[in-house]
C-alpha cells in the first residue's frame, strides 16, 4: 500500500469547485512537487490531505502507521512569520503539540525532539533568541523544524521559499533534500520553481483547471503540460 493515497478526489469551498476528480499516490521517501498556474487548487490538495479543508468526493487514504495528524506541515501563510513573540525554542516545541495529548506540559522527550530539530536545521545558536527577530531565511528553518516535530514520515510544503533572497532559497532547497534523502522523510512540496522541481523531485503532480499530470519526471518533460508551459510567453 501507498503511503498516501488520493482517489478521484474533488475539493471546494461551499459552490466554487477548485480541484476536480484528481487522482495521485505516494510512497515512503518519495518527494513530490506540485507544480500549475495560481487557482487551480495546489495549496487545496495539501489542505484536503490535512483535512483542513473538506473533500467533497473521492477518497484519501492513508498508510496505517500513518497519522494525519502527525503529518509535519509549513503552510504559505504562517501566522508566526509576523511579529510572534516567542523565542525559537518556544515555536519549535510547539510542533511537538499533538504529542502532549491532554496533558498541559511538554514530555522531556518532545522537549529533547524539538532540541534536536533545532540542531538538524543549524538554528541552535539562535535557540533562545526571539522569532521575531529572525530573517525570512531563518523563520523558514524554524518552522521546517517544528514541522519536523510533528512527524518523522511526511512533510508538506507549500511554496517555503516565497519572499527568501537567493542564498537563503538555495539553503531551504538543499535542508529539504538533506531530509528527503538522509531521513527518508517523504516530502509534497508546491511550487512555482518548475526547474527545481525538474531537479528534485521523483514526481510531479501538474494541475490545470481542465485536466492534470501525474508521474516522474521524464514522463512531465515528454507530457504537453510542460510543453505548453515552456509555450508560454516570459
Excluded: W
Excluded at 71 to 83: A, T, V
Excluded at 87 to 115: D, I, M, T, W
Excluded at 185 to 192: K, N, P, W
Excluded at 194 to 200: F, G, P, V, W
Amino acid at each position: 500500500m501507498s503511503q498516501l493515497e488520493c482517489k478521484n478526489i474533488t475539493i471546494g469551498y461551499e459552490k466554487d469547485i477548485v480541484v476536480s476528480d484528481v487522482s495521485f499516490s505516494v510512497e515512503e521517501g518519495e518527494y513530490i512537487s506540485i507544480v500549475g498556474e495560481n487557482g487551480t487548487g495546489k495549496s487545496s490538495i495539501l489542505k484536503g490531505i490535512l483535512g483542513l479543508v473538506p473533500v467533497k468526493s473521492g477518497e484519501i487514504k492513508f498508510e496505517d502507521k500513518l497519522l494525519k495528524s502527525h503529518i509535519g506541515y509549513l503552510s504559505q501563510q504562517n501566522p508566526m512569520q509576523k511579529e510572534f513573540p516567542a523565542s525559537v525554542y518556544e515555536v519549535v516545541l510547539s510542533g511537538c503539540q499533538n504529542s502532549k495529548g491532554l496533558s498541559p506540559f511538554y514530555s522531556k522527550k518532545a522537549k529533547e525532539k524539538a532540541r534536536q530539530n533545532i540542531y538538524k536545521l543549524g538554528m541552535e545558536e539562535y535557540i533562545k533568541k526571539s522569532f521575531a527577530d529572525l530573517s525570512g531565511g531563518q523563520k523558514q528553518r524554524v518552522l521546517l523544524a517544528r514541522a519536523l516535530c510533528a512527524t518523522d514520515k511526511m512533510i508538506l510544503l507549500d511554496e517555503p521559499v516565497t519572499g527568501l533572497d537567493p542564498v537563503a532559497i538555495r539553503e531551504m532547497y538543499s535542508l529539504i533534500r538533506k531530509l528527503n534523502k538522509e531521513l527518508n522523510i517523504t516530502i509534497i512540496m508546491v511550487t512555482h520553481d518548475i526547474d527545481k522541481a525538474l531537479e528534485y523531485s521523483d514526481r510531479i503532480l501538474h494541475l490545470s483547471k481542465e485536466d492534470f499530470f501525474f508521474g516522474n519526471v521524464e514522463e512531465y518533460k515528454e507530457s504537453r503540460f510542460f510543453k505548453e508551459l515552456n509555450e508560454q510567453p516570459v
